[in-house]
């Protein structure tokens, strides 16, 4: 299957977890494709596990935090791939904390990541989209902006406005032929879960000492094979991105295994 052939793409949060399995997917279909995170060495394993694929990859070192930086990464990526056809805005970090004991800052730094760089990164995009081919944008929100998890108000609040946005978005560009649309991960083991993650803009929560592990009980898979790995996300955003998606648009797809029905 070669849905990305010709096609061209810049994904973010692109150094680890699902923005890293995402890349991978959209080479592993032909397409050509600029990685971009917060981290060098991130980007250093993305192009090393692409293999005989790095060829239709470059990278950019990118915080999406930073309008300058995104400004910047962005104009360099439309002008290595000659165009931009579709933007996986992936980047994104987890904080937990009693939410009566988050410093503002701390709040502000998730809303910052999650969605202020999500809205540059598309402020920036948006003009090359509108030259590509069915341009689309996929965003990550997360199953955290409709269903309770404990510990996580910013998180939640951050996704939600990401989920909002991207409805938002797809209204004002539908005549102009970019589809916007996002995804809703749940109970996926990558980075920001596991605490793995290589890069600020993908680490992972973080639970308060003191947490109240019965409050997520429900929060298990209904499939009941635990935990999916990020290839299962990036194979839902390789799809909405693609011509397969072309006529979704305004909409988000949840991907949890059942954990919230």
Do not use: C, W
Not at 63 to 75: I, Y
């Amino acid at each position: 299957m070669n849905r990305y052939e010709g096609r061209r793409v810049l994904v973010t949060g692109a150094g680890s977890g699902i923005g890293q399995a995402t890349v991978l997917r959209m080479l592993a279909e032909g397409g050509r494709v600029v990685a971009a995170d917060v981290s060098e060495a991130g980007l250093a394993d993305t192009v090393t596990k692409a293999g005989a694929a790095a060829g239709r990859l470059a990278t950019v070192v990118m915080n999406v935090a930073d309008e300058e930086s995104v400004r910047a990464g962005v104009a360099s990526t439309v002008e290595v791939l000659g165009g931009l056809d579709a933007v996986v805005n992936a980047a994104g970090i987890l904080r937990s904390a009693h939410t009566h004991e988050m410093a503002v800052d701390a709040f502000e730094q998730v809303l910052r990541i999650n969605l202020v760089g999500t809205f540059l990164v598309i402020r920036e995009a948006v003009p090359a989209l509108l030259e590509g081919n069915g341009a689309a944008v996929v965003n990550f929100s997360s199953t955290s902006a409709q269903f309770a998890h404990p510990y996580m108000a910013a998180y939640a609040a951050s996704k939600g406005g990401i989920q909002s946005m991207t409805h938002a978005l797809a209204a004002e560009y539908a005549q102009a032929g970019i589809r916007f649309t996002a995804v809703q991960p749940g109970s996926i083991s990558s980075g920001m879960t596991d605490g793995s993650g290589q890069s600020k803009q993908s680490a992972g929560p973080g639970l308060p000492e003191d947490a109240d592990m019965s409050l997520f009980m429900k929060l298990a898979p209904a499939l009941g094979q635990g935990f999916a790995g990020p290839e299962t996300v990036a194979g839902v955003v390789a799809m909405l991105a693609s011509d397969d998606g072309a006529f979704i648009t305004g909409t988000e797809v949840r991907i949890d295994g059942g954990t919230h029905f």
